[in-house]
T-cell receptor, first 110, second 116 residues
Framework: GQQLNQSPQSMFIQEGEDVSMNCTSS?????WLWYKQDPGEGPVLLIA?????ELTSNGRLTAQFGITRKDSFLNISASIPSDVGIYFC??????????FGKGITLSVRP | KAGVTQTPRYLIKTRGQQVTLSCSPI?????VSWYQQTPGQGLQFLFE???????NKGNFPGRFSGRQFSNSRSEMNVSTLELGDSALYLC???????????????FGQGTRLTVV
């Protein structure tokens, strides 16, 4: 089945640093979504992208829909302790279900 | 506007029992999808319902079933529980069916099922 690749599995950064994470696919997607999940909670939608090349911001978060439509990246600037969590990307082909990456666990050292 | 509501939040069951989980989508949303999340496995798709019809089904045994009611609320049932069914079960609602375009999925807080 369809797979999204998110790597590495874990990232460790210092508070105040920027961090970038990306997601790649073997197929072309029409939609890219980025979610954050806190322990014991459901994923929360951070950013939705609908057009190739689209760059969208949500506070300190910025995400881009890759030109090839096979990748997307999420950037977090000036990280803070509450950025800790698991970040998932999800992609969607036309007339098909959402596919999720396995997630990247982000740790922020104060 | 209320978000996606899942009940119960926590559940402990014994092997061999069955369990029913409930999901109330965001008002106006007609699609509900269910996922199983276990450490290291990410989000595994179970099934999607739209307008009371199952649109997609993941690769899970027949012990996992679901349904959707006319008010878009959905239930998921697992029969003959196994230890490996212990997981966080998440449901997500969206306005239209997955794949229809511009349909963002919003998750509930999940139901933590522990099978002992």
């Amino acid at each position: 089945g369809q797979q999204l690749n998110q790597s590495p599995q874990s990232m460790f950064i210092q508070e105040g640093e920027d961090v970038s994470m990306n997601c790649t696919s073997s197929s072309i997607f029409n939609t890219w979504l980025w979610y954050k999940q806190d322990p014991g909670e459901g994923p929360v939608l951070l950013i939705a992208l609908y057009k190739a090349g689209e760059l969208t911001s949500n506070g300190r978060l910025t995400a881009q829909f890759g030109i090839t439509r096979k990748d997307s990246f999420l950037n977090i600037s000036a990280s803070i302790p509450s950025d800790v969590g698991i970040y998932f990307c999800a992609g969607q082909e036309a007339n098909s279900k959402l596919t999720f990456g396995k997630g990247i666990t982000l740790s922020v050292r104060p | 506007k209320a978000g996606v509501t899942q009940t119960p939040r926590y559940l402990i069951k014994t092997r061999g029992q069955q369990v029913t989980l409930s999901c109330s989508p965001i008002s106006g949303h007609r699609s509900v999808s269910w996922y199983q999340q276990t450490p290291g496995q990410g989000l595994q798709f179970l099934f999607e319902y739209f307008s009371e019809t199952q649109r997609n089904k993941g690769n899970f045994p027949g012990r996992f079933s679901g349904r959707q009611f006319s008010n878009s609320r959905s239930e998921m049932n697992v029969s003959t529980l196994e230890l490996g069914d212990s997981a966080l079960y998440l449901c997500a609602s969206s306005l239209g069916p997955q794949g229809a375009g511009n349909t963002e999925a919003f998750f509930g807080q999940g139901t933590r099922l522990t099978v002992v």
